[in-house]
T-cell receptor, first 112, second 112 residues
Framework: EAQVTQNPRYLITVTGKKLTVTCSQN?????MSWYRQDPGLGLRQIYY???????DKGDVPEGYKVSRKEKRNFPLILESPSPNQTSLYFC???????????FGPGTRLLVL | GQSLEQPSEVTAVEGAIVQINCTYQ??????LSWYQQHDGGAPTFLSY????GLEETGRFSSFLSRSDSYGYLLLQELQMKDSASYFC?????????????FGAGTRLAVHP
C-alpha cells in the first residue's frame, strides 16, 4: 500500500530534550515536506526537500532541522524543543512537480 | 509576501451546494490547490487549478481567476461526510514547486 508513515504518532516531552520525528514514504517520491498545524493558522511549511541531500527552509524553520540521506526518509529534528513547538506535525510527499501531495497521519507533540 | 484568506466557517444542509472562497495576495504562483481534512485526520488532496477556469472532479469543482486574485471550491449534492475543514494553497513562484502556502482553512458543517 502506497503511504507516508510517521513515528511517533503522539509524544510528550520536556523543554530542551532533543527529539526526532521520523517520516518515510514508499512511493519513490522526490519531494518531501514537513508542516505544522496550529488552530486558526492552517498548515505552515517548516522544511522541504527536492531530493536526496537537497533541502530548503519553508515559512517557519526556526528551531527545526531536517536531513534527507535517503530518498524515502525525511526526519524532523528538534534539537532543543520549547513549548511553542507544541503542535500537530505532518509529513508529506509528492512525485516531481505534480501538485498532489500525500500526507502522513500526523504527530501530535506536546512540549512541557 | 503571500497570504490567502478563506471564511472560517460555512454551514449548509444535506443535498445543497456550497461555495468556499479563497482570495489571495501573492506576486506570482504556479497554481491553486484544495485539500480536505476531517477532524483528527490528515489533509487529502481534492483539486488543482494551474490555469484560469473551472476544474470538475465528481461532486467537487474548483475555479481560479488570476485577474481577480480569487478562487473557489464548489461542493454539490452535499453529504454529511463532507463535514470537514477545507484549505486552499498556492505554490509561489519564488519558492519553486515544492514551497506551499496554505490558507487558515474553512470549517464546513453539513446538517440534515
Amino acid at each position: 500500500e502506497a503511504q507516508v508513515t510517521q513515528n511517533p504518532r503522539y509524544l510528550i516531552t520536556v523543554t530542551g530534550k532533543k527529539l526526532t520525528v521520523t517520516c518515510s514514504q514508499n512511493m519513490n517520491h522526490e519531494y518531501m515536506s514537513w508542516y505544522r498545524q496550529d488552530p486558526g493558522l492552517g498548515l505552515r511549511q517548516i522544511y522541504y526537500s527536492m531530493n536526496v541531500e537537497v533541502t530548503d527552509k519553508g515559512d517557519v524553520p526556526e528551531g527545526y532541522k531536517v536531513s534527507r540521506k535517503e530518498k524515502r526518509n525525511f526526519p524532523l529534528i528538534l534539537e532543543s524543543p520549547s513549548p511553542n513547538q507544541t503542535s500537530l506535525y505532518f509529513c508529506a510527499s509528492r512525485p516531481g512537480h505534480r501538485e498532489t501531495q500525500y500526507f502522513g497521519p500526523g504527530t501530535r507533540l506536546l512540549v512541557l | 509576501g503571500q497570504s490567502l484568506e478563506q471564511p472560517s466557517e460555512v454551514t449548509a444542509v444535506e443535498g445543497a451546494i456550497v461555495q468556499i472562497n479563497c482570495t489571495y495576495q501573492t506576486s506570482g504562483f504556479y497554481g491553486l490547490s484544495w485539500y480536505q481534512q476531517h477532524d483528527g485526520g490528515a489533509p487529502t488532496f481534492l483539486s488543482y487549478n494551474a490555469l484560469d477556469g473551472l476544474e470538475e472532479t465528481g461532486r467537487f469543482s474548483s475555479f481560479l481567476s488570476r485577474s481577480d486574485s480569487y478562487g473557489y471550491l464548489l461542493l454539490q449534492e452535499l453529504q454529511m461526510k463532507d463535514s470537514a475543514s477545507y484549505f486552499c494553497a498556492v505554490s509561489p513562484q519564488e519558492g519553486g514547486y515544492n514551497k506551499l502556502i496554505f490558507g487558515a482553512g474553512t470549517r464546513l458543517a453539513v446538517h440534515p
